[in-house]
């Protein structure tokens, strides 16, 4: 279980490394047209996505590691390392929106 750990925090931390130069990669923006990604400030969309995934990426490890060295069943590890996960993305997406929606109101 340690190494699905080790594997998921090296995925997230390596996609919020990418998503810095690749802005196309975070979900919705890509479909956006030019006019609306005009609206959206990419440098701090991409900055703040970068942030939270290596954020999450590194709690995820911290946890995996520390619950299995105190020998804390599978099944707990696993619910809190999805809870992690899940909490980061519904932050992020709660920042994505105050973002754009800043971003509308600003004319």
């Known amino acids: ?19 810095k130069n690749n802005p ?14 005009k609206k959206i400030d990419t440098d701090k969309l991409t900055q703040m996505t970068r942030n939270y995934l290596v954020l999450i990426g590194i709690s995820v490890l ?15 590890r696993l619910y809190l390392i999805c ?3 899940l909490f980061g993305i519904a ?10 929606t800043k971003n509308q109101f600003d004319k």
């Open 1 to 19: 279980m340690i190494y699905a750990s080790i594997i998921t925090a090296i995925i997230l931390i390596l996609s919020g490394l990418i998503v």
């Open 24 to 37: 196309d990669l975070i979900a919705g923006y890509n479909t956006l047209t030019n006019e609306e990604k």
């Open 62 to 76: 911290i946890i995996g590691v520390v619950l299995s060295l105190l020998n804390v069943a599978e099944k707990i």
């Open 83 to 85: 809870g992690v996960v």
């Open 91 to 100: 932050l992020l997406i709660i920042q994505f929106n105050r973002l754009t």
